[in-house]
């Protein structure tokens, strides 16, 4: 793993490798180690998980990670509203695919949009809330966005721990980029969100940010003020977050 440069920003340390599967395999190491250190001290592990292209190399060798998986609770920190079940640009379906079909979690937890919205955001909120998360394995969009908490909507001091989010631009803009939808016409324009709040609440936080789509979104997370205006910056305040790069992602820095 060819680590090329670290630093720490505020509380956050940041590492940069010299390409995505360098990147990924770190981070899924790093995930892994937390989750077998958090073993030794407690019955389960609470982890909630991004789904996006962006994590792709991190999820191809988690699942090959020496841990108890039977002894990991999983949930997923945001879906769209809108989507046919079984739509393949549904979070649920990428996380399934990518991760929940290769090994056996103890408990999977997935939002499901198709239930009425303000009872879907109850039950996953009760979900959420039963006991600390420990692990928030996570992404930066090219907005700032962490989960689907954009700029315009983000709150450092949500009350809440799930709700409803109306999409920005840049964030829809980049479900096409990713290759996720034809045009911006088919990404719909709300969706389910974890909140900021809920997602920084993990005791460790593993956010993995490869590519040059990013570059200006880990410039203005390194660079910014801390404020919902990135909402990125929060992630500086966190004890124990790692945030993982790529030369492309980091060519800015």
Known sequence: MELIREFKIGKMEVSVYNNRLSLGKTAAKNVAHQVNKLLNSQEKVRIIFAAAPSQNEFLEFFVHQ???????IAFHMDEYISLEPGSPQLFSKYLEKNLFSK???????????????????????????????????MGIGENGHIAFNDPPVADFNDSKTVKVVELDETCRQQQVNDGCFKSIADVPTQAITLTVPTLMSARYISCVVPGPAKANAVLNTIRNDISEACPSTILRTHTNCNLLLDTESAKLL
């Open 103 to 137: 090994v056996n979690f103890g408990e999977v937890h997935l939002i499901d949009s198709a239930n009425s919205v303000d009872d879907e955001c109850k039950r996953y909120s009760k979900l959420i809330e039963a006991n600390d998360i420990d692990i928030t394995c």
């Open 66 to 72: 020496d841990v108890d998986w039977s002894l990991m």
